[in-house]
């Protein structure tokens, strides 16, 4: 029955819609720290999501916009070393990541009868990050911008 209700909900939660010249969806999103962030937050998270919209303006190409939202979070006791202080105590760690991006996508099946298209994509723009660290009563936030690149390969 787990199974049966897991394969209902990613079902749900990565949809699409198509017509002749426009394709739209939303997806849930999981997200793995790697580098410095793994260092912060080690636990992986299976909270985010994003929207994206194409448009077709070749037979087999589109341009298109994306947006989403992916939560990294962890409660930990660990030691963390801030701008040579080392602090202890029950802590709240979190990093929150808005990418808004340009895509331009590439369509290998000519067929349209068939429901298998395989695409190469190639998302461009910037993410805005928002890192928040609790301590106690105290809380620490951190903004930034960066720029950034997303290849994609599906079907």
Not at 19 to 25: A, C, F, M, V
Not at 49 to 73: C, P, Q, V, Y
Not at 132 to 147: A, E, L, Q, S
Request: net charge positive; no cysteine.
């Amino acid at each position: 029955m787990k199974f049966l209700i897991s394969i209902i909900t990613i079902a749900v939660l990565t949809a699409g819609t198509f017509s002749q010249s426009y394709i739209t969806g939303y997806s849930w999103s999981m997200g793995f720290t790697t580098g410095k962030t793994s260092d912060y937050i080690s636990a992986a998270s299976f909270t985010g999501f994003s929207i994206e919209g194409h448009r077709m303006f070749k037979k087999n190409m589109s341009l298109g916009l994306m947006a989403g939202w992916n939560i990294l979070n962890e409660k930990t006791s660990d030691e963390i070393t801030v701008n040579n202080t080392t602090i202890t105590g029950a802590q709240g760690r979190y990093i929150n990541v808005f990418p808004m991006l340009v895509s331009a996508s590439v369509y290998f099946n000519n067929n349209r009868a068939s429901k298998f298209v395989p695409f190469l994509r190639a998302h461009v723009g910037t993410y805005y990050i928002l890192q928040r660290f609790d301590i106690g009563v105290y809380t620490f936030n951190n903004d930034n911008w960066h720029f950034g690149v997303a290849p994609e390969l599906g079907a």
